[in-house]
């Protein structure tokens, strides 16, 4: 079993910076990728970004491209979200979460961590 526990968020005033830290801890080698996702009030939770953990290919949403950068401490079992620039529509509660060896997608969650970005 992993657990995936997230820290890092808070407020912020738009155009400012966070970085949200993910650690994985139990049956970490069991894992083939990992991502964030968010959930705004009242929308549905969307992908962020992610990070295949063995070849540390990454991938982002259009919304965050260019202003996110996604990275993986392996030796920590840490996974990382460096956001800039950041809008009043980043305000979400941002998951940390993980896909599985043989799993097609995104199984174990996190609690989430949220992140309030002020006009």
């Known amino acids: 079993q992993v657990q995936l526990v997230e820290s890092g968020g808070g407020l912020v005033q738009a155009g400012g910076s966070l970085r949200l830290s993910c650690a994985a801890s139990?049956?970490?080698?069991?894992?083939?990728?990992m991502g964030w996702f968010r959930q705004a009030p009242g929308k549905e939770r969307e992908f962020v970004s992610g990070i295949r953990w063995r070849t540390g290919v990454t991938y982002y949403a259009e919304s965050v491209k260019g202003r996110s950068t996604i990275s993986k401490d392996s030796a920590k079992n840490t996974m990382y979200l460096q956001m800039n620039s950041l809008k009043p529509d980043d305000t979400a509660v941002y998951y940390c979460g993980a896909v599985p060896l043989g799993s097609a997608s995104y199984d174990l969650w996190g609690q989430g961590t949220q992140v309030t970005v002020s006009s």
């Open positions: 139990g049956r970490t080698s069991g894992i083939s990728a």
